[in-house]
């Protein structure tokens, strides 16, 4: 018997939780119970009133910076499993949402980019990093992405941060001219973001060493495909596991 694992998208007329709803009605094992959506009237307006009004075993999040924790929380406290594909939460905010989750013993899977490729950039980044001593990162979205750095760089610059700091051949406090040139330091690591027309969202992560470099990126097209699949692996491996769990490649063989 197909045990059914009941899901609650929250931005499901967006971008890409419409792709993901899709998915997730087309699966023998899942089924969407709900939507969220303050555009659709058909939908319920938050995820407070879904989760109260539908039973519900993981909720899924495409909304936005703004009002991802509060989503996040809410399900929580509800007991709910969560998947979280927004980005605009701190290392602060995840740190309180492991918290909550291991408090009501449930699973949360976050990822700055639940892309497969974008998963395998993660992976050879860290790996690069434990054999290069300096690097740092660059991210291009588009002109009105509201959060900066993205949540996949945020992402990458914290996981890099396990293996080691990257070596900088100035101090920053040695610099001449705008400090904010040489961008924003998350988690030691300069990321650079640049917000223009035509990018989705795309992720260098740049290595160097003494007369060599290593340029490791990731690029997204115009469509939301490439984030189904990966959200898809992760409803199936959250309601296993308590806490927050970070990165798309932690799920990966």
Known sequence: MIRVIRVCVAGVTGW?????????????????????????????????????????????DYTHAAVVRANTLEAIDRGVAVVVGSSGMSTEDYAEVDAA???????????????????????????????????????YAGATKPDAPSGTSREVAERLADVRRPALGLALDDVLGAREARGATVAGTQ?????????????EAVFAADGERLSIRHDAGESAAPYVAGTLLAIRAVRGRVGLTRGLDQLLG
């Open 16 to 60: 890409t939780g419409s792709a993901v709803a899709e998915a997730v009605d087309a699966a023998a094992d899942l089924e969407l119970v709900a939507g969220v959506s303050r555009s659709d009237p058909a939908s319920f307006s938050s995820v407070a009133e879904a989760l109260d009004a539908v039973e519900a075993g993981v909720l899924v």
């Open 101 to 139: 989750a291991r408090g009501k013993g449930v699973g949360v899977i976050a990822a700055g980019n639940f892309s497969v490729t974008a998963a395998l950039l993660l992976r050879f980044a860290v790996e690069a990093a434990r054999h290069l001593e300096s690097w740092e990162l660059i991210d």
């Open 191 to 203: 990321v650079h973001s640049l917000r223009l027309p035509s990018f989705s969202v795309s992720t």
